[in-house]
């Protein structure tokens, strides 16, 4: 078999895989691009069908790094890591030891932080461990700044379609409400939206219920298809298939979770249903964008102006797509193309 025939090997630099059998510590690290001698992506702990289920996740989710770069203007190339969560994985002190060891092997090519499953106390510990887990709470929380990305995203998605921004009076579902979903159920509370949440997790939901008595909670399986103004993915990758979408009951799909389309045409298909697409690597850049500022010692004023600029190019992005009749997902893959194809020196969104 030739590494060319796994199906999301999109041109990889490098894969790492490793494993620990003691510590039932197992995954791969990818990286898609290198720009200015780094790669950045964050770390992923969470069950997978099969280790090539994985290895299709972490190759997508890299290669999303590359085009989240590309949109945000920023002069790194884009990474991920997955750790496989088994039965008797458990993020003991040794297991992320381990996995620091692991990253530190790459000498500092590869630079992450927190993803789905990976929390502010890991990474404290993993911070102890490598030089090389960029997120830095003391300053920046990158999931609060995800949550403000996607924030703009959205308002800027209402603006198009009901010509003016607000959130009053409009209602919005999200699905996960882990690190970034609360954080943006909150700003669009705050912003006195009507919110449905769904997660799998009980004690989250017990928490929201407790927390935000006005909300709706319903069930994960069915929370995409309620009617709504905006549905805000914010849990897993692959959020919508072929099959799903024929049940979809919004406006607008702006979420934070990564890779929400199956495959590109599930965006061609979302566009004929007449529904407004936010690629999630422009609507969740906010992290990226935040970690990047952590990274270089940027003030909080730049890391805010930067994240405000995606209310604009989502703007931009959805007049182009409507005026020329393409599909978002399409537009901003060639504009991220042509991007790299001229060394990552300009982007026009
Ligand atoms: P998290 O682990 O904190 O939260 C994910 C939540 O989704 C959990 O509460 C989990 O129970 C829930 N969930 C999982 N499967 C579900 C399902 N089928 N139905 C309902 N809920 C489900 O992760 P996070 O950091 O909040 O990341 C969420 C998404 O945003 C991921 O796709 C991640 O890649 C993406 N993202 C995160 C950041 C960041 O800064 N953390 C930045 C950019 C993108």
């Given at each position: 078999m030739k590494i060319e025939q796994i199906k999301s090997f999109d041109n990889h630099k490098m894969v790492l895989f490793f494993n620990d059998d003691k510590l039932s510590l197992r995954g791969f690290i990818a990286?898609?691009?290198?720009?200015?001698?780094?790669?950045?992506?964050?770390?992923?702990?969470?069950?997978?069908?099969?280790?090539?289920?994985?290895?299709?996740?972490?190759l997508k989710l890299s290669k999303n790094m590359t085009y989240k770069c590309a949109v945000s203007d920023i002069k790194y190339g884009g990474a991920k890591a997955v750790i496989i969560k088994k039965e008797k994985s458990y993020k003991s002190i040794d297991f992320l030891k381990k996995y620091a060891f692991f990253v530190n092997s790459l000498n500092g090519l590869f630079k992450t932080g927190a993803d789905v499953g990976i929390f502010e106390e890991d990474i404290k510990i993993l911070k102890k461990y490598s030089k090389h887990i960029i997120d830095d709470y003391s300053k920046n929380d990158p999931s609060y700044w995800t949550a403000v990305g996607i924030f703009y995203a959205i308002k800027s998605s209402l603006n198009f379609v009901f010509k003016n921004d607000l959130f009053i009076d409009k209602t919005f579902a999200i699905k996960g409400v882990g690190k970034v979903g609360f954080n943006l159920l909150k700003l669009i509370l705050e912003?006195?939206?009507?919110?449905?949440?769904?997660?799998?997790?009980?004690?989250?939901?017990?928490?929201i219920k407790?927390?935000?008595?006005?909300?709706?909670?319903?069930?994960?399986?069915?929370?995409?298809?309620?009617?709504?103004?905006?549905?805000s993915p914010c849990a897993l990758s692959n959020e919508f298939t072929e099959k799903n979408i024929k049940d979809l009951n919004c406006k607008i799909i702006c979420g934070g979770a990564n890779n929400q389309l199956e495959n590109e045409v599930i965006g061609e298909l979302i566009f004929k249903k007449g529904i407004i697409y936010v690629p999630d690597y422009?609507?969740?850049?906010?992290?990226?964008?935040?970690?990047?500022?952590?990274?270089?010692?940027?003030?909080?004023?730049?890391?805010?102006?930067?994240?405000?600029?995606?209310?604009?190019?989502?703007?931009?992005?959805?007049?182009?797509?409507?005026?020329?009749?393409?599909?978002?997902?399409?537009?901003?893959?060639?504009?991220?193309?042509?991007?790299?194809?001229?060394?990552?020196?300009?982007?026009?969104?």
């Open positions: 990286i898609h691009s290198i720009f200015n001698k780094l790669s950045l992506g964050a770390t992923r702990f969470c069950e997978y069908k099969s280790e090539i289920d994985a290895l299709n996740d972490v912003h006195k939206g009507n919110v449905i949440v769904s997660d799998k997790n009980d004690n989250l939901i017990k928490k407790k927390t935000f008595p006005t909300v709706k909670i319903v069930d994960h399986k069915n929370i995409h298809k309620e009617k709504v103004d905006v549905y422009l609507s969740n850049s906010g992290g990226l964008i935040s970690v990047v500022s952590t990274y270089e010692n940027k003030s909080k004023k730049f890391l805010l102006n930067k994240i405000k600029k995606i209310y604009n190019k989502v703007y931009n992005l959805l007049n182009l797509s409507i005026e020329e009749g393409i599909p978002t997902n399409i537009i901003l893959k060639e504009k991220v193309l042509d991007f790299i194809e001229n060394n990552n020196k300009y982007i026009n969104i």
